[in-house]
């Protein structure tokens, strides 16, 4: 992909697929109800901050008035996810908003990284999310319909995505409940080195059996802990295999039992519903970071491309809004594709030769002696909603054919003065070369 | 409209306002293709401020890495507009590009305003420009035709917008072109005194005859020169008039024999192809500033609301690029919406209380004791491309219709026991309080 200072830009025949991409996207979000929201690009540098100092702002792109730089310095920022903005969206209108509310958000999110493949500086994300006042608590389902929904909608949405461009590979969404670890660590007395034994978990997939095991040795992990943690996390894992866990393994500790209802419910849902069921697989490693998850968690990869990494991913956090507003007590759960990910990997897959270059289908040639009559066909065509150009002057016919070539036009329409005599114009298609008379009427 | 340190913030109800706006901007500008480009949000400050360094930097928001502040400072900013990064778009591809190059691009840009009504520091402008080479000059037409087809297809594009939302005002587009104050300052012996009369004669709308008078002796203007300009640029012109001038002036500079000419053929290509004709008229006084323009310039208002200003505004310019770099010589011209002013003027216009608040048009309410057929229910009819919800729990009926309600969703589905029996589910139409039954198949 195109890059200005390790920010993306597209092509014309580029862009025409991420409007297409923004359409199946918008589709299949807002007939859920997902209804789409706007907030500023920058926000105080202190909302985005809130919750990990340290790590955003090793992310984060201050923005100052130049006229009044000094002052500013450090106060306003561009937001680095859609969340936090959210978050505080959803403090700020609480009043006007019916809850569970639905939203949906494509829009860019800006993050200092280092410049590399697969990663640009600036990129649209595509969310959804559903938020709910934690004093309107379901029925101990907590909403889990939710986190099935969500999940089904980006499935099926990549899933057009990927027959719109005749994509050979699949995605596939793996989920798991962040309980997972808390259970884990409790039950094998590492809460001490949780943060450790934590965080090489969730390296899990990037580094080797050996690395693996060794990290963990380093982390204080017994032989005995070791073991059990990779024969744990490790496993394959189903639908029916989990319900047996319990049992199994003789478990009832209680965060292992709302951990498997939890994955248990959501599977269920997902199932009943959407036949998403072959494409979501339970993976007890996926642990999504320390971030603000405390739930379920979900990551997204294409079956045939999975060293590209996650193309979508987001789950459930029951707190994110107190870190803004003590008493702003909201649980959500929402998903997040991660579209210009999945563009720089779509343009690597595409034949570029062959992407449409302009949004016209045909092109009217000009000729100096039928120039009025050629002008009203082009009106004429064009209200029938046509997608159509006319070529601005009457030059020599070669130059106005390499115009059509050079953008990809397909056909070109011909109202000479040989034409307009037998009151027919001529279409032809500039790939077969071949020429069609159709009557004026 | 909401705003957020001066940006602006869209509810709901008002995103799908927007949305809405976007679709029938993108149909109208890319079937004429116009089609789409995308740039990043951030541009090396000197880019930004090539042309204009006091003007731009006094509007201009930077942007620095947090994490590397120092280093950063004044180098990058946000952009302020869509042209001068277009400008950049087009020399950094030129060779990828066929010319004439017609985009179209809808993004947000920022620019440090005093906040006040109507305006907002952050806002959505719908750009459409052509590019072509200064080396393809066109049999001294120039490329008129673009001229007329931007103007045509802005006016048809508001002409839409005001349609869907049952607007009762019309847009008017005023059109001009620069060379009229080159020859009516050469003319009239005051090229002196330029700059001051130019901002002047730019500011006839906001002031008074009398005001616009008296400034005009201030700067230097003899009574004879201000009785010539006020009735040269005051007049009422129409196309007829307008090919007579030359003789009723006895005229023959020039300029203003350019001048003429560039506009009537403009009218004429207008005339020939979109009927916008009652909607286009040539306005002597609008100079729109000393910014890029060379030649046509164009502004767009309301007709039953003046007073808001310019929705849409741009022309034609021949130097832009070569600020950037001294061998690109290109000429354009483009056309450019001011979407979030007119959607400030739109959102005043619109009852707030009727505006649908979700994408969603159906709710199927959930029972206890038939959630799994409702989950089947409501996987058919999303088949169907119904937009449709489904209530996460079997509360009380009070609570599913309460929340029906808040979001302005029009129809509750219901199958209870009650119509699982008759094979049955009811539609209740939440406004008439009315139900239907469908059977199901």
């Known amino acids: 992909m195109l890059k200005v200072w390790g920010f993306a830009e ?12 923004f359409e199946i996207v918008k589709r299949n979000y807002q007939k859920y109800g997902y209804t789409p929201i706007e907030t500023p690009a920058v926000e105080r540098t202190e909302v985005l ?34 969340t936090v903005p959210l978050a505080r969206y959803v403090i700020d209108h609480r009043n006007e908003l019916t809850f569970p509310f639905k939203k949906s958000f494509i829009a860019k999110v800006w993050r200092g990284e280092r410049q590399q493949r697969w990663r640009s500086r600036e990129f649209y994300q595509a969310d959804i999310d559903v938020i709910w006042e934690n004093n309107d608590q379901i029925n101990g389902a907590q909403n889990l319909f939710y986190d099935a929904e969500v999940i ?14 005749n994509l050979e590979g699949w995605v596939e969404i793996n989920i798991n409940n962040k309980k997972i670890i808390s259970w884990l660590l409790q039950s094998l007395w590492l809460e001490d080195q949780s943060l450790k034994v934590f965080g090489i978990i969730d390296s899990i997939a990037k580094i080797s059996r050996e690395d693996f095991d060794k990290n963990l040795k380093w982390a204080w992990c017994s032989e005995l802990q070791i073991e059990t943690i990779n024969n744990f996390v490790r496993q394959e894992i189903n639908i029916e295999k989990l319900s047996n866990l319990s049992e199994e393994f003789w478990i009832e500790n209680e965060v292992f039992l709302e951990w498997i209802f939890e994955l248990t419910q959501i599977m269920k849902f997902i199932n009943m519903q959407w036949s998403a069921w072959e494409g979501v697989k339970i993976n007890f490693w996926i642990v999504r970071g320390l971030e603000y998850y405390t739930g379920t968690v979900f990551e997204t990869v294409i079956t045939t491309d999975r060293k590209l990494g996650s193309i979508a991913w ?11 507003d003590k008493k702003a007590d909201f649980s959500w759960v929402g998903f997040s594709m991660w579209i210009t990910r999945f563009e720089d990997y779509l343009f690597e897959k595409l034949d570029s030769e062959k992407l449409a270059k302009t949004t016209s289908e045909y092109l009217i040639i000009n000729f100096e002696e039928t120039v009025d ?11 029938e909603w046509k997608k159509i150009e006319f070529y601005p002057e009457s030059a020599k016919l070669k ?25 027919v114009y001529s279409i032809k298609n500039m790939e077969t070369w071949e020429s069609e008379e159709i009557k004026m009427n």
Chains 1, 2 share one sequence.
């Open 399 to 423: 130059k106005q054919f390499k115009y059509a070539d050079g953008k990809g036009i397909t056909y070109c329409i011909m109202l000479g003065s040989g034409e307009l005599e037998k009151w």
């Open 10 to 21: 597209l092509k014309p025949e580029q862009k025409i697929i991420e409007e297409k991409i």
């Open 49 to 82: 901050t809130a919750k990990w100092w340290w790590e955003a702002t090793s992310q984060i792109y201050g923005v100052y008035w130049l006229a009044q730089w000094a002052s500013d310095l450090k106060k306003y920022s561009l937001r680095f996810d859609l």
């Open 152 to 165: 089904s909608i980006v499935y099926k949405t990549y899933g057009e995505i990927f027959q719109e461009f």
């Open 373 to 383: 009559e050629s002008l009203k066909l082009y009106q004429k065509l064009a209200e």
């Open 314 to 324: 987001w789950g459930r956090y029951e707190w994110l809004t107190k870190y803004l």
